[in-house]
């Protein structure tokens, strides 16, 4: 097993021998050319972003009035 956070060299390992790998359709902008392409299907995958804001655990003094 291999891992890459870049897209390219994720390519070149998938082009240099039998495997797979998931990415984006940003990460196909120069496909490889030993490289297949398939999209994935049933279920499609799915991003999901979402952000959590809290409370201080006490009143910055620039906030207080």
Same mark, same amino acid.
């Given at each position: 097993? +291999? &891992?890459? &956070?870049?897209? +390219?060299? +994720?390519?070149? *390992? %998938? +082009?240099?021998?039998?495997? /797979?790998?998931?990415? #984006?359709? /940003?990460?196909? !902008?120069?496909?490889?050319? !030993? %490289? $297949? $392409?398939?999209? $994935?299907? =049933?279920? &499609? @995958? $799915?991003? %999901?972003?979402?952000?959590?804001? !809290?409370? @201080? #655990? *006490? @009143?910055? @003094?620039? =906030?207080?009035?």
């Amino acid at each position: 097993m +291999a &891992e890459s &956070e870049d897209y +390219a060299t +994720a390519q070149g *390992f %998938v +082009a240099a021998g039998p495997g /797979i790998s998931l990415m #984006p359709l /940003i990460g196909l !902008g120069n496909r490889h050319s !030993g %490289v $297949v $392409v398939r999209k $994935v299907r =049933c279920p &499609e @995958p $799915v991003r %999901v972003s979402t952000r959590q804001y !809290g409370r @201080p #655990p *006490f @009143p910055s @003094p620039r =906030c207080t009035g």
